[in-house]
């Protein structure tokens, strides 16, 4: 039987985050993964993550950041509009005095960068391949059982294993659902235009269409979400139909488009679990909540989570305190719970609002984006939280 301090289940981004903020810390941690070791690889852009600042800090100072950002593409505008209103805003680095509004990383790429940082402290013990057969907590650890045999005694469990998380699911712990009717296709295109290191998203009837601009000036990442109902029309398209549908999504705004990888497509949800621990147990990033990708927030709300955590456990050692005592994890799951739900709120308000077709709601909507791209007080505020520059951050995510 293997004894430990913490064990994390899931490395992905925000689990391998969190084990790298914990390694200075003289733990011993194992880090539990159901699928395969990251490899050194050259990005394949399948799915994209936009970092922020706040994201990019915290990176950075874990030494990952130079590695990530040799593949990832900052971009210095954002234009956003309504594909039938005279509705748009629009922003511009120079002018919030930022060195760029978010930076558009292969989520592979972060992994890797981030694994190599952790490979090399002797404390992480990382377990790859591995199938988790049961989990079960008793009031002072929690017992572990992998590959049907192998044990780990564990004195805290981080459940970072992602929207279907079997951690959750072990530990019983309540999620809400809130289905978009939407699907996400994902894929990787050409433009015909040079992107001009500008994000992109245009408001459609049926959802949103992102344009995230790569390092190659005429590559971009779509992320676009469409009426689940008709996502297996869109999918058995022939290439030159969906580039067709695409371009016209797009409204020219970067030429002709097409298609340079699979179209991938994910069912699009809100989930949030209710209660994020349970006596030794505790959730952190997609684990605890996932919200629509619209705003691009969903790896810098996890990455946020999981610095918060460590921040805490990092307290409690510095004052001799127990790394699982209730309180402080009563503390992370209050402070992480109102930023979850602040983000969750505000995504459900704009997919709500301009998924609407009433015409004096289009007309609302389109006078009120005008009026805020107006009004740079309120510009600046609302990219201060895009950017990770406001609210209730961890000190490493801090300015």
Sequence with gaps: MQNTDITIVGAGSAGLTLALL?????????LLEQGA??????????RVSA?????????????AWPDIAKSAAAYQDMQVWDSDSFAKIAFNAQTEQVEALGWICDNEQIR????????????????????????VQSNREVLININQQQLILSRLVVGADGINSLVRKAAQLPQMHSHYNQHALVA????????????????????PLALLPLADPHLCSIVWSVPSAEVPAKLALAENEFNQALTAASQLVLGL??????????ELQMRYASQWLEQRIVLVADAAHSVHPLAGQGMNLGLMDVAALAQLIEQQLQAGKDITELRMLRQYERWRKAE???????MEAFNRTFSNNNPLLKLARA??????????WLKKQIMAAALGNSGDLPELAKA
């Design 340 to 346: 979850a739900v602040n983000l969750i709120a505000a």
């Design 257 to 266: 488009l097409s298609i340079q990888s699979p179209v991938r497509n994910f």
């Design 188 to 207: 990787t295109i050409k433009t015909q235009l040079p992107h001009q290191a500008t994000a992109r998203q245009v408001f459609l009837p049926g959802g």
């Design 37 to 46: 070791a990251p490899e050194q690889t050259a990005a394949q852009y399948q």
């Design 22 to 30: 914990l390694a200075p810390l003289d733990l011993n941690i194992v």
């Design 367 to 376: 006078l009120g984006m005008n009026a805020v791209d107006k009004a740079p």
């Design 112 to 135: 890797q960068a981030l694994y190599q940082q952790l490979k090399q402290h002797s404390n992480v013990s990382c377990q790859f391949n591995c199938v988790i057969n049961s989990l």
């Design 51 to 63: 970092l922020n600042l706040a994201s990019k800090r915290l990176l950075s100072h874990l030494g």
